[in-house]
């Protein structure tokens, strides 16, 4: 049976080992964190995602997780490549030490697999000099990287489905790939070079930034002209060669956000990547101008963040664009409560329902999660009853029934000087101006 080592049992390296262990292969997955090889091996999941606990029962015969790397016929890395987000730099310092606990086992005609996202280049500058440690010259062992593109909430779904893009030292580390791929991917496979594979990986996800910069940047446009941008997106789109993206409060996740940085870090010639990596950093900037708009001078104003994960309907919060907003609300003297059901832990308190919306003046919805739309408005107790929707996620006519004023951002509608003085006066629970009461236009 060939035996396959992961290295790294996150939300990429755990699926990516199970499936393989489905399909067959024995596969040892190896992890750092004591924790987690502990979890797994007592038959539990430190990570959730749809389908997983199935596929790990019935992947588990297959499976073990240890902490030492062992002797094996394929090295897979899938270990973490964050951004150092002060000096906007990739840091590959968990696939430098993946690659020096391999390179003391790897014998000649293994295939080491890199999954992590890397800078262009880093696979021949850095992980394979390391791995030539062995004796071995790069050739004698394979080599290949297998950018993965799976979203979270759908990882096993797109793991499955999604086609793949591999780059090999040579043709016989490509193909060897696609026979271990092959053995559980239903998209296609498309072979190329090493430093191919990793700059594809990069620009698909510096085109979805940069679409996004631009709806965000319409969004804005668009209310200086009283343009409401999600019709006109939505028009634009029926062009049949537009696609313009939703605007938001920001992006987050550890993909989109960081994956232009790793593109343009050795590269000078990146003016429309920064610019639109800076736009879209300074979404949550836009969003607390919003809320000043619309509370004007209440006293001692409380905020209810509606979801803090980087993205609807999962927990992740890496580079949530949440958490700036609540940094900056609270630096402007907001009181700052969050309500996000898929999530436990956060840099701040997550609260239930009932707890994040008391005494609150305004919710600042951030992550559209589908759940929200399932609240009934009607029952919230809050002191004042505004609704800031940064997605267009909410239903306009049911909260405004029940009282809310809603601004959607990039809605084109500006509020009227009356209606931003009556605000601060409103007792409790007392219907606000509805939609007539916001004037349309500049
Ligand atoms: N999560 C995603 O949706 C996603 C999507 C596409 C690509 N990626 C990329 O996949 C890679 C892995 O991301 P992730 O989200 O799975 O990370 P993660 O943080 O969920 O998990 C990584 C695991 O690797 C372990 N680890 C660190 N150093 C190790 C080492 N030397 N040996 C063994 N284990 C080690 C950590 O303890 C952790 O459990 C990253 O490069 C990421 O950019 C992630």
């Not at 240890?66 to 590959?92: G, M």
């Not at 968990?94 to 005609?109: C, F, Q, T």
């Not at 000087?417 to 916001?438: D, F, H, I, W």
Request: proline share 6%.
């Amino acid at each position: 049976m060939t035996k396959i080592c992961v290295l790294g049992l996150g939300y990429i390296g755990l699926p990516t080992a199970l499936l393989l262990a489905k399909s067959g292969f024995e596969v040892i997955g190896v992890d750092v964190n004591e924790r987690v090889v502990k979890t797994l091996n007592q038959g539990q999941l430190h990570i959730s995602d749809p389908g997983l606990p199935e596929l790990f029962e019935e992947a588990r015969r297959n499976f073990v997780a240890q902490t030492v790397v062992p002797e094996a016929d394929i090295y897979l890395i899938a270990v973490p490549t964050p951004l150092n987000a002060h000096i906007r730099v990739s840091e590959l310092g968990y696939v430098r030490s993946a690659a020096e606990m391999i390179y003391p086992h790897l014998r000649k005609g293994n295939l080491v697999i890199l999954e992590s996202t890397v800078p262009p280049c880093a696979s021949e500058k850095l992980v394979i000099p390391i791995l030539e440690k062995s004796g071995l010259k790069a050739g004698e062992f394979k080599y290949v990287h297998c950018p993965e593109r799976a979203i979270p909430g759908k990882t096993l779904y797109e793991m499955v489905h999604n086609d793949r893009i591999m780059g090999g030292i040579d043709n016989e580390s490509a193909e060897s790939a696609r026979s271990v791929y092959s053995s559980y991917v239903q998209g296609r496979i498309y072979l190329t070079d090493v430093t191919t594979a990793e700059f594809v990986k990069l620009i698909e996800n510096t085109y979805r930034d940069i679409n996004i910069a631009i709806a965000n940047e319409f969004a804005q446009v668009a209310e200086d002209y009283g343009v409401n941008v999600w019709e006109a997106v939505d028009l634009a789109n029926k062009h049949p060669r537009v696609n313009i993206l939703q605007p938001g409060p920001g992006v987050g996740g550890h993909c989109i956000a960081v994956d232009p940085w790793f593109l343009t870090e050795c590269s000078a010639k990146t003016g429309l990547i920064q610019l639109s990596r800076e736009i879209n950093d300074s979404m949550p900037n836009y969003v607390i101008h919003l809320v000043r708009e619309m509370l004007g001078d209440i006293r001692e104003p409380t905020l209810t963040v509606f979801g803090v994960s980087y993205k609807n309907d999962i927990s992740d919060t890496r580079e949530t664009p949440a958490l700036k907003f609540i940094q900056l609300a609270e630096n402007e003297g907001y009181k700052v409560k969050c309500y996000d059901p898929h999530v436990s832990t956060f840099e701040y308190p997550v609260y239930d329902l009932d707890e994040a919306v008391r005494d609150s003046d305004c919710i600042v919805l951030i992550t559209g999660h589908d759940l929200f739309k399932r609240i009934d408005p009607a029952k919230l107790s809050m002191r004042h009853r505004y609704l800031i929707d940064t997605r267009n996620h909410l239903n306009k006519a049911t909260w405004t029934d029940a009282g809310f004023e809603i601004k959607t951002l990039g809605d084109g509608l500006v509020r009227s000087e009356a209606s931003r003085g009556v605000a601060s006066e409103q007792p409790e629970q007392s219907p606000l101006p509805n939609s007539k009461a916001t004037t349309k236009g500049v």
